[in-house]
């Protein structure tokens, strides 16, 4: 009979919410995976208990599982069984370039049409941008993803979201800010 191997593992740059997803349903999907082992989590870190090989095993699939939620910011009930099951490592999870970032319940948000993909691009070259043209045409909605994008990836620490106040036939009177 081999002997139990206790392993900690340490989840760095991942929010454990989002990887033992709501209500740990991910987490009991990892544990049903691997009935053999006996897993807890704690925080940022998950302690295994069991057979050598078992432990190792189970922390090359965890670091695919990582990879992939690093490079896509999401992770669903196929993505864990696929890592499990070997197909997704740490080496090889696929980039796709067109994505701008990946919305709830795994929803891709990418630029759609030539006007968006020039924005996308100009965004990563400047610290400034000016989007002009019709309602509509997906200016804010693109901007929007950028930013997400930019606080999933740790750019930015916050998003301030504001629009002009306008006049609409009454007075506003002294706002701050004002001349």
């Known amino acids: 009979m081999t002997e ?7 989840i760095e740059g991942v929010d454990p919410r989002e990887l033992y997803g709501p209500q740990n349903v991910y987490l009991e999907q990892i544990k049903s ?3 053999s082992l006996k897993i807890v989590a704690r925080g940022s870190s998950l302690k ?11 922390d090359k699939h965890m ?3 990582v990879a992939y939620y690093l490079k896509y910011g999401h992770i669903s009930a196929q993505v864990v ?6 197909n997704i490592t740490d080496q ?18 990418r630029a759609r049409t030539i006007n968006q993909q020039k924005l ?5 070259k400047n610290d ?14 693109t901007a929007i993803a950028l930013a997400v994008r930019a606080l999933k990836e740790k750019e930015v620490k916050r998003i301030i979201l504001t629009r002009p106040a306008v006049e609409a036939g009454e007075k506003l009177g002294f706002l701050p800010g004002d001349m």
Do not use: C, W
Request: glycine letters at 14%.
């Open 128 to 141: 400034l941008l000016f989007a002009v043209g019709p309602a509509g045409s997906g200016k804010t909605y």
């Open 81 to 86: 069984d696929q890592a499990f099951a070997g």
């Open 63 to 65: 670091e695919g599982l």
């Open 120 to 124: 996308v691009k100009l965004y990563d």
């Open 92 to 109: 090889d999870v696929p980039v796709d370039k067109d994505v701008i970032v990946y919305g709830n319940n795994g929803n891709i948000i």
């Open 4 to 10: 139990a191997v206790g392993k900690e593992i340490m």
């Open 48 to 58: 295994v208990l069991g057979s050598e090989s078992e432990t190792r095993r189970f």
């Open 33 to 35: 995976l691997h009935p």
